[in-house]
């Protein structure tokens, strides 16, 4: 088991280079831009940023999860905490993502794409997909916790 939270351990760091990364591309392109910055665009940094600041505290929160495991701890109090944890801060950056909109809808008007406002409603439901997938698994974990108790 050790060796599958190694390679899961491995594979969240290099998502969090990439996350990283990719908050230093917005950076350059937002703060080396030569062209005059609509709010729009202030809007989408923003939010950006702040997705990618909460994905980086959900990503810990799985290293405290795979800690968890590697002790044999994963059907105690403390992992449905943790597990309470990154669902509101999936729930978090669901909410949060919804700023994009603004986004979506400027660049639909201006290339006269409308179909677009309905490819950021898609891109949009993604996490709160996810967070339902975690609401799931955190009743699961629950019932699990439940079961471990009885006798």
């Known amino acids: 088991m050790f060796k599958k939270t190694n390679i899961l351990r491995l594979s969240l760091s290099f998502l969090v280079v990439i996350l990283l990364f990719f908050g230093f591309l917005i950076g350059i392109q937002f703060f080396t831009a030569e062209v005059d910055i609509l709010f729009v665009q202030y809007l989408l940094a923003a939010v950006l940023w702040i997705d990618m600041i909460l994905g980086l505290l959900i990503i810990f929160s799985l290293f405290q999860m795979l800690s968890l495991i590697d002790k044999d701890e994963i059907f105690t109090s403390r992992a449905l905490l943790v597990m309470t944890r990154i669902q509101k801060l999936i729930l978090a950056i669901a909410v949060i993502s919804l700023g994009l909109m603004p986004f979506f809808v400027t660049v639909a008007h201006l290339d006269d794409a409308p179909g677009f406002v309905l490819f950021g409603v898609g891109i ?8 339902f997938l975690v609401l799931v698994l955190k009743d699961i974990l629950i019932k699990a916790i439940d079961l471990q108790k009885i006798p």
């Open 124 to 131: 949009l439901f993604i996490p709160f997909a996810i967070y």
